[in-house]
């Protein structure tokens, strides 16, 4: 495994770094190996359609989307006009595999836009960077 720079160490839990860094992966059988020329490719094409619906989903219900950082971590802020910052918050952590999405997902704009909660949606590395 490479190893783990500064800003993918701030995205894990103390506990967790230790063994992320002895990690040497996973031995399936009959795995096709997934390229990184392939992983560019399928990440394009995932996010060339999310990019549309999340621009709708952010002018539908009038949302605020603001870049901030936790912790050294970069992340969004995602709010809708009726936000209510005295109640709870959601944290969003993007799907993807750990090789496509961004913090923008449809899932942490609806879940500002539905619940009024402020979301805190995480920007981590994305594979092969």
């Known amino acids: 495994m490479p190893k783990l720079k500064p800003a993918q160490i701030n995205t894990v839990s103390p506990e967790a770094v ?3 860094k002895t990690f040497k992966g996973f031995d ?3 795995f096709i190996p997934i390229t990184d020329k392939m992983i560019v490719r399928m990440r394009k094409q995932f996010q060339d359609g999310e990019d549309k619906v999340e621009t709708d989903l952010i002018a539908k219900h009038h949302l605020t989307v603001t870049p901030i ?3 050294g971590v970069a992340g969004l802020q995602v709010t809708a006009p ?3 910052f ?3 918050a959601i944290i969003d952590v993007h ?3 750990f090789i496509m999405g961004t913090a923008r997902e449809r899932t ?3 879940a500002a836009a539905e619940t009024g909660l402020p979301v ?3 920007e981590y590395t994305v594979a092969p960077e």
């Open 18 to 20: 230790p063994t992320m």
């Open 28 to 30: 399936l059988p009959n």
């Open 69 to 71: 950082t936790f912790n």
């Open 82 to 84: 009726n936000t209510n």
């Open 86 to 88: 005295e109640a709870s």
């Open 95 to 97: 799907g993807g595999g």
């Open 108 to 110: 942490a704009l609806l």
């Open 120 to 122: 805190y949606s995480v």
